[in-house]
């Protein structure tokens, strides 16, 4: 099982940016999908972009497709995610993590994990 560890959270007024990373603890990257989700007070964990393996292709949902990012450094042994436009609702523990599967597997964390602890971020003026 690869394990991510999530940074780059914060504070953000509405229509800021904020960029997130994603390491890999050991190397593997290249070999998985990986995926980024982030879970809002009271709220279910939500799938919000993928990048493949396979080929770099990228998933987002439709709550952030335009605005977010995802990108990846195998080199690095990072993900990035490059979030823009940001709005109050877009707060949220952000969390990446490594799929079994595939990017169509983003609409379920079953097929993500391990889970680590997550990044805060907090879009308010």
């Known amino acids: 099982q690869l394990r991510l560890v999530e940074s780059g959270g914060g504070l953000v007024q509405p229509g800021g940016s904020l960029r997130l990373s994603c390491i890999a603890s050991?190397?593997?990257?290249?070999?998985?999908?990986i995926g980024w989700f982030r879970q809002a007070p009271g709220k279910g964990r939500e799938g919000i972009a993928c990048s493949e393996a396979s080929d770099d292709s990228t998933t987002y949902a439709d709550s952030v497709k335009g605005r977010f990012t995802i990108t990846r450094d195998n080199a690095k042994n990072t993900v990035y995610l490059q979030m823009n436009s940001l709005k109050a609702e877009d707060t949220a523990v952000y969390y990446c993590a490594a799929g079994q599967l595939n990017c169509r597997s983003l609409h379920n964390d079953f097929f993500f994990g391990p889970w680590g602890q997550g990044t805060q971020v907090t879009v308010s003026s």
């Open positions: 050991e190397f593997g990257l290249d070999s998985h999908p």
